[in-house]
């Protein structure tokens, strides 16, 4: 089957009273090319709770070690300690002279994950996969995240009164940012950059280049 091919394929499939619809499928790759790092988001858009519950819903359908299930998740909006949550995280550390995020685009909705054990290899697989499932969640309702795993453990376990201990944070919201991938090789420089025009690069080693001969 060529690449691309769920990309540009349209499904028939009957709708109410037998009513033939065409229905567009997302393929996975456009699914995965469209989930980059967003450290900017449009103020215009409000993430709303409901939006946040049904991108935590996700991990009602991945997999996890020994089917544990241990993560658990804080929803913040914008009325809710948006402030407070942005007052201890980093962005774009491999870029500290752009200080990000811009004023005017800071992130406005999180999602704090928890973990109800002590962080441990197979929790931390179980949250990887959390993340990124949820991310993919974002980019099917048309918004954008990111993972933050820079963020001050012990004030956000205070501010929110957090009974488990925090892991990670996801930012979510409509991106405000043009981001391209590079492909790359494995022994060249790997840091993310951006042009004058504010594009955001991220060089990403060509699939050739990770087998393993
Ligand atoms: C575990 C993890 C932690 C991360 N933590 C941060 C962070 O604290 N701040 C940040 O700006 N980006 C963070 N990122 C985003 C990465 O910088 C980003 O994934 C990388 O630059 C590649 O860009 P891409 O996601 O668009 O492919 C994190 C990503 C992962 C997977």
Do not use: W
């Not at 990309?7 to 028939?12: H, K, L, M, T, V």
């Not at 090319?33 to 709303?48: A, D, F, L, Q």
């Amino acid at each position: 089957m060529a690449d691309g091919y769920l990309e540009n394929r349209y499904d028939e499939v009957f709708g109410a009273k037998g009513k033939k619809v065409v229905v567009k499928r997302i393929s996975i790759d456009s699914l995965l090319e469209r989930n980059r790092s967003y450290r900017g988001y449009r103020k215009e858009y409000e993430v709303t709770e409901e939006t946040l519950k049904k991108i935590v819903a996700v991990n009602t359908k991945i997999p996890s070690a020994k089917n544990q299930q241990a993560l658990r998740f804080k929803l913040i909006t914008k009325n809710n300690g948006a402030g407070k949550v942005l007052e201890n995280i980093k962005l774009g550390g491999m870029l500290p002279e752009l200080h990000l995020p811009f004023a005017g685009t800071e992130p406005e909705a999180f999602i704090i994950v928890c973990g109800t054990v002590p962080e441990n290899k197979m929790l931390d697989i179980d949250l990887g996969i959390s993340l990124q499932s949820m991310l993919l969640k974002a980019v099917d309702l048309g918004l954008n995240g990111l993972i933050i795993g820079a963020f001050n453990k012990e004030n956000v376990t205070h501010e929110f009164q957090l009974p488990y201990e925090p892991l990670a944070i996801l930012a979510i919201g409509s991106g405000a940012e043009t981001i391209r991938l590079v492909p790359t090789s494995a022994d060249e420089n790997k840091a993310y950059y951006r042009n004058e025009a504010g594009v955001h690069f991220v060089p990403k080693i060509r699939a050739e280049e990770l087998l393993i001969e």
